[in-house]
């Protein structure tokens, strides 16, 4: 099997047991308040921050180049959102939860380590995720916090990506350019289960 198959099966227990949290669970039934979604977007900021902070930092890695997609980048969309729901001053008044500081804090680990490859993890779920699932949370948060029209949601929001299913094939064919190497394979697949918890 190549990188991206071994991630889709090596990520599946761990997938499950995120759509199972209390927050995403309820998520998914429809059921989301305004403050949890701000929260959500705020913490995404950080953590979006730190993974193209490091993919810029990194550029010149052979194997992170293989996925650095700059159609995926989320920074601006998450900007133009917190506008929305903090405000213009946003960036004085959003704070890090301690969740989102440990996930920052191993992205910049990982990424300072002798194994920067192991960003591809975090950058499949991440990213991956948000073209895929993430078009079906927008849906449903749009119309549960009864949002006005074309605000709020610009996260999920990927105006480069004409055609998202081709270009979920061209991020799997990427992945399985990177290397064929077990062991590195595995680690990136273990990352990526870490990136999920």
């Known amino acids: ?56 930092r990194l550029n010149d890695d052979p194997i992170l180049m293989c996925v650095n997609f700059p159609e995926l980048w989320r920074i601006n969309f ?27 804090e191993r992205i910049h680990e990982v990424a300072d380590s002798n194994e920067p490859y192991l960003l591809v993890g975090h950058h499949y779920t991440r990213y991956l995720g948000d073209l895929s699932g993430g078009q079906i949370l927008k849906n449903i948060a749009e119309k ?23 270009f979920k094939n061209k991020y799997r064919e990427a992945l399985d350019t990177i290397t064929t190497d077990s062991s590195v394979i595995n680690a990136i697949v273990t990352e990526a289960n870490y990136a999920f918890r």
Do not use: Q
């Not at 209390?22 to 989301?32: D, H, M, Q, S």
């Open 1 to 56: 099997m190549g990188l991206a198959l071994e991630l889709k099966e090596g990520t599946k227990k761990s997938h499950s047991a995120a759509e199972n949290t209390k927050f995403v669970a309820a998520f998914l039934r429809g059921v989301v308040d305004e403050e949890s979604y701000r929260k959500l977007i705020k913490d995404f900021y950080f953590v979006y921050s730190a993974l193209e902070e490091e993919f810029t």
């Open 78 to 104: 998450l900007k133009e959102d917190l506008r929305y729901y903090y405000g213009p001053n946003w960036n004085t008044i959003i704070r890090p939860s301690e969740a989102c500081i440990r996930y920052v």
């Open 144 to 166: 549960a916090m009864d949002l006005p029209k074309d605000v709020g949601l610009a996260f999920y929001e990927f105006d480069d990506i004409a055609d998202k299913k081709a």
